[in-house]
């Protein structure tokens, strides 16, 4: 009978590992691609509903916007400055309302800086939200007067290019161009690379499928992660 007991017992020690170790396996493959998990930090709530993937979190719906200023209200109540906020909200264009927002927070005795944003994919019909710990850069200004057009050569060799002239796209290449952080090391290759031209500078943009992009100008180099959005509104692939 003792015997019977303890192949039960051991049956059922064996299944608690099993379980337990699948259980770290289906967690680790669920935040796999995120630098910082807000449920694992007590002073980073996470907006009720939203579920992790192996990159982001995802709400069903646009819901972006509630997002935005449910993280307004609560980081600073936790101790998080915010350094920089930018959201579609300040767009008048309704049709931008997809492009959510982005902002990023440093707190006394975090290690780095946390990077929040959000948009609405319309094909999926849900939110997305990015959560980001990165090294505290600077960021030095390169552009301060946005002009009226900038012109975008696909190629280093190209003669003609494309032309912009839509003020708000504008504003918005340019605030992924100064918010890219400044980078004294040596710029890795990457097979394209393009030219935007702002009339008083032009700027290198050296770019490679899903690696950082680097830009480069008489004011040096800048790095800057492969954000959908800039090559959307540049038209650069």
Not at 26 to 46: A, F, N, R, V, W
Not at 53 to 69: C, F, K, M, P, S
Not at 87 to 100: I, K, Q, V, Y
Not at 148 to 171: G, V
Request: glycine share 6%.
């Amino acid at each position: 009978m003792k015997k019977v007991n303890w192949f039960i017992f051991s049956v059922i020690l064996v299944l608690i590992v099993v379980g337990w170790f699948v259980f770290q396996k289906i967690t680790d493959d669920t935040y796999q691609g995120m630098s910082i998990i807000p449920e694992k930090h007590e002073d980073i709530p996470l907006f009720e509903g939203l579920e992790p993937t192996e990159h982001e979190y995802v709400l069903n719906g646009n819901r972006w916007a509630d997002i935005y200023e449910f993280y307004l209200k609560e980081l600073p109540k936790l101790g998080w400055n915010i350094e920089y906020e930018g959201s579609a909200l300040n767009d008048n264009d309704p049709e931008n309302d997809w492009s959510g927002f982005h902002s990023r927070w440093r707190k006394e005795g975090f290690d780095g800086e946390l990077s929040i944003s959000s948009h609405y994919n319309q094909y999926k019909e849900q939110t997305e939200v990015s959560f980001d710990k990165t090294p505290i850069y600077n960021s030095t200004t390169w552009i301060s007067n946005v002009p009226e057009s900038i012109c975008i050569y696909q190629s280093l060799n190209d003669e003609k290019c494309s032309e912009i002239k839509d003020k708000i796209k504008i504003q918005q290449i340019v605030g992924f161009i100064n918010e890219a952080i400044d980078w004294k090391e040596e710029a890795l290759p990457r097979k394209k690379s393009s030219v935007i031209d702002f009339g008083d500078m032009d700027i290198k943009v050296l770019y490679e499928n899903e690696k950082e992009i680097y830009f480069q100008s008489e004011k040096g180099t800048k790095l800057m992660k492969p954000e959908p959005d800039f090559f959307k509104l540049t038209n650069l692939s």
